[in-house]
């Protein structure tokens, strides 16, 4: 799909959320909504308001949501997106109320494949990823060719589902003997998991630590003054306090070292309605 027809399907996409979110929220209402969600829930209402969303029945507002999904379901770059929106808006009122955890919906069972497809075959998602990889594998390049001995540790901050670390790890494949550790690290014990058993060409430098960027850095295990390259794919932004996330990077940098930086730029409905639920958002 060419990214002006993927932009237009998406810009559809959104508005249809939009009347989808009113109407469930309206048949929902506020009764039995647990207190962790009354930002969300604020946020939600403003957009209602800035989008002049109707309070169609919901029978129809998910009538034009089926009708125009099953263009998009054929559509590698969007059929994982209707997949997983749709999956956690028919969640919302049980997720809302506490009576289902979020986490659950985009991850049954454990798997991760319904997050991992979001971003497998995304043209937007890939083209800044390459972007952002290829930056990092050349200052590798660099400091290899200025010191062939040169022994590079590199720090990824809230790795996930290694969406960044696959590409990424495959570009710095040429420099591995410089590599002298690669730590994947995030806030879920599973990541890390799936990390060992997936990345087992990065073996033996790869290794694994659970990292909470709204806590000191030191404080959890991480070394100071350790790290020469720190890589951080769409995650600062779940930081609560922006600052004090940078603080704790800094902290385990080298002097000289790098932060390499990757970030959503715009506000969606559908992030909000999908990873938005998540505690650690």
Same mark, same amino acid.
């Given at each position: 799909?060419?990214? +002006?027809?993927?932009? %237009?399907?998406?810009?559809?996409?959104? /508005?249809?959320?939009?009347? *989808?979110?009113?109407?469930? #929220?309206?048949? +929902?209402?506020?009764?039995?909504?647990? &207190?962790?969600?009354?930002?969300?829930?604020?946020?939600?209402? &403003? /957009?209602?308001? /800035?989008?002049? =969303?109707?309070?169609?029945?919901?029978?129809?507002?998910?009538?034009?949501?089926?009708?125009?999904?099953?263009?998009?379901?054929?559509?590698?770059?969007?059929?994982? %997106?209707? !997949?997983?929106?749709? =999956?956690?808006? /028919?969640?919302?009122?049980?997720?809302?109320?506490?009576? %289902?955890?979020?986490?659950?919906?985009?991850?049954?069972?454990?798997?991760?494949? %319904?997050?991992?497809?979001?971003?497998?075959?995304?043209?937007?998602?890939?083209?800044?990823?390459?972007?952002?990889?290829?930056?990092? $594998?050349?200052?590798?390049?660099?400091?290899?060719?200025?010191?062939?001995?040169?022994?590079?540790?590199?720090?990824?901050?809230?790795?996930?589902?290694?969406?960044?670390?696959?590409?990424? #790890?495959?570009?710095?494949?040429?420099?591995?003997?410089?590599?002298?550790?690669?730590?994947? !690290?995030?806030?879920?014990?599973?990541?890390?998991?799936?990390?060992?058993?997936?990345?087992?060409? =990065?073996?033996?430098?790869? +290794?694994?630590?659970?990292?909470?960027?709204?806590?000191?850095?030191?404080?959890?295990?991480?070394?100071?003054?350790?790290?020469? $390259?720190?890589?951080?794919?769409?995650?600062?932004?779940?930081?609560? &306090?922006?600052?004090?996330?940078?603080?704790?990077?800094?902290?385990?940098?080298?002097?000289?070292?790098? *932060?390499?930086?990757?970030?959503?730029?715009?506000?969606?409905?559908?992030?909000?309605? !999908?990873?938005?639920?998540?505690?650690?958002?």
């Amino acid at each position: 799909m060419k990214i +002006t027809s993927l932009r %237009q399907s998406i810009a559809e996409m959104e /508005r249809l959320l939009i009347g *989808l979110l009113a109407a469930t #929220l309206e048949e +929902t209402g506020p009764a039995g909504m647990v &207190d962790a969600y009354t930002g969300w829930m604020a946020v939600s209402r &403003d /957009r209602l308001v /800035r989008n002049g =969303a109707d309070r169609s029945r919901p029978e129809d507002a998910w009538r034009a949501w089926e009708k125009a999904k099953m263009a998009w379901s054929m559509t590698p770059a969007l059929g994982p %997106q209707v !997949t997983l929106v749709e =999956a956690c808006i /028919r969640a919302l009122p049980e997720v809302l109320t506490g009576r %289902q955890r979020a986490h659950d919906i985009l991850f049954p069972d454990g798997s991760m494949e %319904q997050v991992t497809a979001i971003h497998r075959d995304n043209p937007v998602a890939h083209h800044f990823n390459a972007l952002f990889c290829d930056r990092v $594998v050349a200052y590798v390049r660099g400091r290899v060719a200025a010191d062939r001995q040169a022994a590079i540790r590199i720090l990824e901050i809230g790795a996930g589902v290694g969406g960044t670390t696959e590409p990424l #790890l495959t570009g710095l494949a040429p420099f591995r003997d410089n590599i002298a550790e690669y730590c994947f !690290t995030d806030v879920s014990h599973a990541f890390l998991h799936r990390a060992l058993e997936h990345f087992d060409v =990065a073996k033996p430098f790869l +290794t694994t630590r659970l990292l909470d960027i709204n806590q000191p850095f030191i404080g959890q295990g991480v070394p100071p003054d350790r790290f020469d $390259v720190v890589v951080a794919a769409n995650v600062l932004h779940v930081g609560l &306090d922006i600052r004090r996330s940078l603080r704790g990077v800094k902290a385990v940098m080298r002097q000289h070292g790098l *932060l390499f930086i990757n970030e959503l730029s715009h506000w969606s409905l559908f992030t909000h309605l !999908t990873f938005g639920l998540l505690s650690e958002w």
